[in-house]
């Protein structure tokens, strides 16, 4: 035995993720995972009794990779340290840009996920409005806090709603269709800083 190898579990949920992601939830059968991971459909059905626990353990992991990408993405461009002048939300562009360019990029797990099993996987709608809403709370920590939070979070919302658009006008087309995404949202998010910083007039 390969004492170096992930644990079974480990090496099935890490199979499943990545095929999951490249090429859809229902298109990959529970065998293909078996064949892809090492494992025997005994050691798979002891740690995933169905198809449905794997989707949900996938989702709850790719949730986990993504937000810690997601907060360390915008770390790496000193987005906190712009918090106050508008331009925190700026960096949104950026970090998507990054993303876009990734070459496994298909697209928002989440939405993908939704589109797919929808109800038909208990939990799975939730796990991905969950995430969503992480994501959101993520962008209002962008947001100065004197703006208050009923305005903090409508700003927010507005952002991760154009993040999500631009995630889909980019899994929808090549390379020119990513940057035209890029620049779609950096329009509209320079348009929310500019209210942020905006003042009324006397």
Request: net charge neutral; aromatic share 6%; proline share 4%.
């Amino acid at each position: 035995m390969d004492i170096s190898a992930p644990p079974a579990r480990e090496r099935i949920l890490l199979t499943a993720h990545d095929l999951f992601y490249a090429d859809g939830i229902r298109a990959t059968g529970i065998d293909r995972v078996i064949a892809a991971s090492g494992v025997t459909k005994v050691t798979f059905y002891r740690h995933f009794p169905s198809k449905d626990d794997l989707v949900r353990a996938f989702l709850d992991h790719r949730h986990g990779l993504w937000m810690a990408w997601f907060v360390d993405a915008l770390g790496r461009r000193g987005a906190q340290r712009r918090i106050g002048d508008g331009q925190a939300l700026e960096m949104l562009a950026d970090v998507m840009a990054e993303w876009f360019a990734d070459p496994v990029f298909r697209g928002c797990a989440f939405i993908n996920s939704v589109v797919e099993v929808g109800t038909s996987v208990a939990g799975a709608s939730d796990i991905a409005r969950g995430h969503k809403r992480e994501m959101v709370e993520v962008i209002a920590g962008l947001l100065p806090e004197a703006l208050g939070g009923p305005r903090r979070m409508a700003i927010a919302q507005a952002a991760a709603l154009g993040v999500d658009g631009a995630i889909v006008k980019a899994q929808m087309g090549d390379a020119a269709v990513a940057r035209e995404a890029v620049g779609d949202l950096r329009r509209l998010l320079q348009a929310l800083g500019d209210s942020i910083t905006s003042r009324p007039s006397p």
